[in-house]
């Protein structure tokens, strides 16, 4: 089965510009994560889709960060304006339901300059 | 969800078996053990979970102590692709959150 696709693979913006990634889970995954990855550390958990329904966004920085999951398959994820420390690789990852195994695409190279 | 503890870095000969430790100490008798890897520049792969009978799957076996308060990952016969940094989690089988913390940089050597 395909994997997990993301877009861009990188991104080089200058600070308080916005930008957006986008997320393409697995077919007939519903539920749909996206993570943050700041060098050097593991995986941060920023918001949790399950369908189209937002399940956990507790540790997403609100202000500048959102998301949206259409129809309950693509999603995307944008953060408006962007600062410094939002430097990371953004990862998207999908599992069939809550009790599943999570399934990682390559991520989102972000850089802020 | 209970708190781990791994290596930091680790080093294997290609074609032995590589075993990764993980305390955690504090789980509750409701929580699963997954084991994730990274290989550079890629994401999280998934490998095994287990709740308490010791797991084997294509990648790797998983054996969990009988208290639970620890567990190894083992890579039957390593090659120079498994090199990555290994991630053992601690998860409540009802929710979803995988908490990382920093992993175990395993490093297989010809």
């Known amino acids: 089965e395909a994997g997990v696709a993301q877009s861009p693979r990188y991104k080089i913006i200058e600070k308080r510009q916005s930008v957006a990634f986008w997320c393409n889970p697995i077919s007939g995954h519903a539920t749909l994560y996206w993570y943050q990855q700041i060098l050097g550390q593991g995986p941060k958990l920023l918001i949790q889709f399950q369908n189209n329904g937002v399940v956990d966004d507790s540790q997403l920085p609100k202000d500048r960060f959102s998301a949206e999951r259409l129809k309950g398959v693509d999603s995307t994820l944008k953060i408006q304006p962007a600062k410094l420390e939002d430097s990371a690789v953004y990862l998207c990852?999908?599992?069939?339901?809550?009790?599943?195994?999570?399934?990682f695409g390559d991520g989102t190279r972000l850089s802020i300059l | 969800d209970a708190k781990t503890t791994q290596p930091p870095s680790m080093d294997c000969a290609e074609g032995r078996a590589a075993n990764l430790p993980c305390n955690h100490s504090?789980?509750?008798?409701?929580?699963?053990v997954y084991w994730y890897r990274q290989i550079h520049s890629q994401g999280p792969q998934y490998i095994i979970h287990g709740l308490k009978n010791n797991e084997t799957n294509e990648m790797a076996s998983l054996i969990i102590t009988e208290d639970r308060k620890s567990s190894t990952l083992i890579l039957p016969h390593a090659t120079l692709r498994d090199t990555a940094v290994y991630y053992c989690i601690v998860k409540v089988s009802s929710g979803s959150r995988l908490t990382f913390g920093e992993g175990t940089q395993l490093t297989v050597n010809p």
């Open positions: 990852a999908s599992s069939k339901g809550t009790y599943q195994p999570q399934h």
């Open positions: 504090t789980i509750s008798g409701n929580e699963y």
